[in-house]
């Protein structure tokens, strides 16, 4: 029998792995526990409760956590993501704008 989530997961489109991996969990213990942030992204991307803050929010999480394998030196990443804060903490159009140009640093 399928659970809400899992339809959910279905009628979104999920890929089977990631429906296989939420089978008999709720929402918030597939959240917690998938250490895929690609399918965490993509649900909260698709899940019309959130909106761009919430899915920016989620990515920033997500690439905090890789900061750590950035060479030495190289501050582009921690700069785009302490951009992208600013704006999901004030999303003014000079954050949005600063956000933006951190993320295009290359």
Known sequence: MKT???QHLEDLGACAPAIEFAAGKTA????DNCVRPD???WWAARTNTNDARAIVR????AAR???PLVVAGEDRPRLAIEAAEKWV???TPDNA???RAAAEAG
């Open 4 to 6: 809400k989530l899992t």
């Open 28 to 31: 918030k213990e597939t959240w």
């Open 39 to 41: 399918w965490l992204l």
């Open 58 to 61: 989620c990515a920033v999480i």
């Open 65 to 67: 956590k890789v900061l």
């Open 89 to 91: 903490d004030t999303p």
């Open 97 to 99: 704008k600063a956000a």
